[in-house]
C-alpha cells in the first residue's frame, strides 16, 4: 500500500526523494510526506493529496541534506490529512520514522507512552513507533529500533532516522524492503545507500540489491550496509541483480498487473484482517461501526446488500455469512436493478453495499435510494475518500492498495475477509455465536494469508493444465451453497479476460435446464468441498460424466473421493465452510489468466471494460 524511500550519500536528497516517490504513484496514496537531516535537527513537510502539493511546499528552500527519508500514505489508521501523514516524529524531535503496514498494539503502546509523558498529535497508529524508540535512544539508533520492535505486533517494514545517529535503519516484518548501494546514474547518484519498499523506486539508482526477509534489519550509512536480524546476529544474504525495465519494476517482475495481483493476495488479505480483532477474548474490532454496534443491531430487522460485478458475487457470499452469524433477514440486489424499483427499505434496514472503487454509478445511485429511505448505510470499499466512503454512514476499508488490473482479484477475496469479520461482528454483538465459536473461526482466518500462499504455488500445474482449454468456446462453472457465488465468480473471469462463453451455476440445478448443454465439448469446472451438500454434489457430477462431460473440480486436500468421478482435481487446504470461498476463489483467478495469457488477450485492459464503471 504505502510507498518507503530514504537515502544516504554525498549528494542532495530532496530530488531522490520526490523522484522515488513518483516512481510509487502507481500503488496508490493520499498524502505524501519528506524529512531531511542536518546535524541538529529534521526538517519535515507533509501534505494531503498529491506529491506535487509536496513539491510545492518545497520548492522555494535551498535543500543540500544528503539524508533523507519520504513516503506516500494510503490510509488506514487515520483519515487522510496532513497530520496523519508521514514522517512521524517523537515529541523532542529525535527520531523520525517512515511505515507501512499495521501495528496492532498500537493503542495500548500509546496509553503506556502517555503515562511516561509523550504527547501524540496523530490518530495513527505509526506515530507510537519514534515515540517508542525514543524511550529507547541512548545514541545507537540501530539499538534503540531492536528494543523498540519487539514491543510491536502486527505487520510493518519501516525506515528509521534520527540527526543524533546520522545512519539509516530498515526493517521488515511483513511488507516488503528493499536495500542496496547506489550506482552510477544519469542524475549523478554515484555513492551511498538507499531503502525503498519498491524497487521502481530505486531502480534508477541502483539494480544490485537486497530483500530483507521477515525478522531482519539493515543499517545504513554512506559507504556500507550492515544486514542483522532483529537480535542484532550478522546475517548474510545474497545480492539480486535487478534486470527489469521501470514498467516491470511497477509490476514486481509479474508480466502482468493481474498476476501480481492475484499473488499480492497473502499481503492484501493480511492486512485487511489485521488489528480487527481480539483472538483471546474472541471479539471482533471494527472501530468503524461504533455508532451502529451501540444500537446492539436491535435496530435492524432486515439487511439489503448491495453492489455490481464481482462485488455482487461477495454480496451473495455475505448474505450466507450473515444469516449463518444472526437471525437477520437477508437480501442481495444488483445496483443497477434496485434504483429502478421501489425496493423496501427504511429506517430499520442495514444496507450494505460493496465497490472496490467506491465511485460504481450504479452502486452510488443505489446507496442514495438506500439513504432517501432511511436506511442505515455501510459500505466496504478499498480507495478512502472515494464518492460512496463519503456517503455513507460507516465505511469498512479493504486494505489492498491499488487494484490496477480491471478484472478483480485481490479486492475481492479481501471483501470476503471483511464480510467474515462483519458477520461474526454481528453474531457477537447479538448474542448469536460464543466467543469460543468467533475463536475458533478467527484462529483459521488468522492462517488464511499462509493457506492462500499455498494454493498459489500450484500455479506451474494450473498454467500447463490450462493450455488444454484455450480452444473451448464454453465452460459450465458448478457450486453448492456459499460456493455457489464463487462458481460465478469463476465464469466470469473467464469470460471477461479470456472472452471464452462461461456459465455459473448452482450444482442443484442441474437437472432444471444446464444438463441439456452437457457434451464433451463444454469442460465443468466444479467447486466441491467437505459439507453438508457434499454426497449431493458428487451426484450431480455423476450426471455430468454419464453424458460425456469432462469434470475440473477443486476440491479438500484430502479428499480421495473425488477422483472417482472428477477428469482432473487441483486441491486447496480444507477449511471452515465459511472460509473456503477464499481458498476456492484462487485456482479460478490462475486459470483464468493463463488460459487468457495462452489466447494472447490484454490481461490488464480487456477489450470492452474500465476498471470503475462511473456512468450508466
Known sequence: MCGIIGYIGDKPVAPLIIDGLKKMEYRGYDSAGIALLTENDFIVHRAQGKIKVLEKLIADEKLSMTIGVGHTRWATHGVPSEENAHPHRDDKNKIVVVQNGIIENFLELKDKLRKLGHEFSSQTDTEVIPHLIAEYFEGDLPSAVRKAIRELKGAFALVVASWEDQRLVAVREGPPMIVGRAENSRDGIGSGTIAASDIAAILEHTRSVYFLDDGEMAVLDEDSIELTDFDGNAIEKEITKITWNPIQAQKDGYQHFMQKEIFQQPESLRDTIIGRFD???????????????????????????????????????????????????????????????????????????????????????????????????????????????????????????????????????????????????????????????????????????????????????????????????????????????????????????????????????????????????????????????????????????????????IADEGDERIGEVADHVFHVPKVSEVLSPILLTIPLQLFAYHVAVHLGCDVDQPRNLAKSVTVE
Not at 363 to 386: D, F, P, Q, Y
Open 279 to 553: 483472538l483471546e477474548a474472541g471479539e471482533i474490532i471494527l472501530d468503524e461501526l461504533a455508532p451502529i454496534e451501540k444500537e446492539n443491531y436491535s435496530n435492524f430487522n432486515h439487511v439489503l446488500l448491495t453492489a455490481c460485478g464481482t462485488a455482487w458475487h461477495a454480496c451473495l457470499v455475505g448474505k450466507y455469512l450473515i444469516e449463518k452469524f444472526s437471525d437477520l433477514r437477508v437480501e442481495v440486489d444488483y445496483g443497477s436493478e434496485l434504483r429502478y424499483r421501489d425496493p423496501k427499505i427504511d429506517e430499520r434496514t442495514l444496507f450494505i453495499s460493496i465497490s472496490q472503487s467506491g465511485e460504481t454509478a450504479d452502486t452510488l445511485a443505489a446507496n442514495r435510494t438506500a439513504k432517501e429511505k432511511g436506511g442505515t448505510l455501510v459500505s466496504i470499499c478499498n480507495v478512502v475518500g472515494s464518492t460512496i466512503t463519503r456517503e455513507s454512514d460507516a465505511v469498512i476499508y479493504t486494505r489492498c492498495g491499488p487494484e490496477i488490473g480491471v478484472a478483480s482479484t485481490k479486492a475481492f477475496t479481501a471483501q470476503l475477509a471483511v464480510l467474515v469479520l462483519l458477520a461474526l461482528n454481528i453474531g457477537r454483538v447479538t448474542g448469536k455465536i460464543s466467543k469460543d465459536k468467533c475463536r475458533e473461526i478467527l484462529q483459521e482466518l488468522i492462517e488464511i494469508p499462509q493457506l492462500v500462499r499455498r494454493v498459489l504455488k500450484q500455479d506451474a500445474d494450473l498454467k500447463e493444465f490450462s493450455k488444454h482449454y484455450r480452444d473451448k468456446q464454453d465452460f459450465l462453472y458448478l457450486g453448492r451453497g456459499i460456493n455457489y457465488p464463487i462458481a460465478l465468480e469463476g465464469a466470469l473471469k473467464l469470460k471477461e479476460i479470456s472472452y471464452i462463453h462461461a456459465e455459473g451455476y448452482p450444482a442443484g440445478e442441474m437437472k432444471h435446464g444446464p444438463i441439456a448443454l452437457i457434451s464433451s465439448e463444454m469442460p465443468i469446472m466444479t467447486l466441491v468441498t467437505q459439507n453438508n451438500v457434499y454426497e449431493k454434489t458428487l451426484s450431480n457430477l455423476m450426471e455430468v460424466k454419464a453424458r460425456d462431460g469432462e469434470v475440473i473440480a
